[in-house]
């Protein structure tokens, strides 16, 4: 059974930083494209990051800010998230799966989900 298990999230003043860290149980990471996405109270989820193949694509909000990387001996993924502003504020979403190139930025391109850690950036 596969699981996803967010944890790093928290309460952080705005210009702070915090590391979000995704563990997969049940398969390996490195095989999958990973991805982080978060949703805000009364909004869709959003793509935040994902990297495939050592690549990495960042939705707009976040480009600058935000690193994702990935640590194969210890199969975890990592959301770096810098310079952090209120309108970060959301729940933050670890995914895996193998979308095509026209659905990496989608929640439809990924098939296995964590529950979730909550980001909260204080003004």
């Known amino acids: 059974q596969v699981e996803l298990v967010e944890s790093g999230g928290g309460l952080v003043q705005a210009g702070g930083s915090l590391t979000l860290t995704c563990a997969p149980s049940?398969?390996?990471?490195?095989?999958?494209?990973m991805g982080w996405f978060r949703q805000a109270p009364g909004k869709e989820r959003e793509f935040v990051a994902a990297?495939?193949?050592?690549?990495?694509t960042y939705g707009n909000p976040v480009k600058g800010r935000f690193t994702i990387s990935r640590d194969r001996s210890k199969n975890a993924g990592y959301l770096q998230m810098n310079a952090l502003k209120p309108e970060d504020t959301a729940i933050y979403f670890c995914?895996?799966?193998?979308?095509?190139?026209?659905?990496?930025?989608?929640?439809?391109?990924?098939?296995?989900w964590g529950q979730g850690t909550q980001v909260t950036v204080s003004s």
């Open positions: 995914a895996a799966g193998n979308p095509i190139m026209s659905t990496i930025t989608t929640t439809q391109g990924y098939k296995y």
């Open positions: 049940g398969l390996t990471f490195s095989t999958y494209t």
């Open positions: 990297i495939r193949w050592g690549i990495s």
